[in-house]
């Protein structure tokens, strides 16, 4: 587990996180309402050298971002609680790019069996605790990378 003690440290953590993505990489975020979801995808954004504002894409579930070197694909699954709609999540997960997946317990059937799961739990106003999860051997080398 990794103790996050307030945004710069998160900004951080992400920063660690991008140094160890390849394209192709999904990373799934957990996390209740305001666990910082969405401000960690920022903050993968800015790493990647994302221009444009990120901010949740509740309504439109899927918006993509121009990196410097890496295109980052940025996925809100909430709205699909209890759907069976198939929005063509394949070409995403085939593009190379790095795809980040909020409530992605939605759409558990259509993801890849490979991916990194970052779990954000909420301990008071400006702290965080981080587990991840790692299925698939690149995944399991970030994982290690990224707890020590």
């Known amino acids: 587990m990794i103790s996050i003690k307030d945004k710069n440290e998160m900004k951080q953590f ?13 990373v799934l975020l ?3 309402l305001g666990a910082g979801k969405t401000t960690f995808t920022q903050f993968i954004g800015e790493a990647l050298g994302v221009k444009r504002t ?3 894409p509740t309504f ?5 971002y121009k990196g410097t070197n890496l295109k980052l694909h940025h996925m809100d699954c909430y709205r ?8 063509g ?4 997960f085939e593009d190379d790019a790095l795809t980040v997946i909020e409530w992605s317990q939605f759409i558990e059937d259509l993801l ?3 991916s ?8 008071d106003e400006t702290s965080r605790h981080i587990k991840i999860e790692a299925k698939g051997e690149h995944y399991e080398v970030m994982k290690e990378a990224l707890e020590q």
């Open 116 to 123: 990194l799961t970052i779990n954000i739990e909420v301990i």
């Open 54 to 56: 990120i901010n949740s």
């Open 80 to 87: 699909l609680e209890d759907s069976d709609e198939d929005l």
């Open 60 to 64: 439109n579930i899927i918006k993509s």
């Open 14 to 26: 992400a920063k660690r996180l991008v140094a160890l993505v390849q394209p192709g990489d999904l």
């Open 112 to 114: 890849p069996n490979e």
């Open 30 to 32: 957990n996390g209740d």
């Open 89 to 92: 999540f394949d070409e995403y």
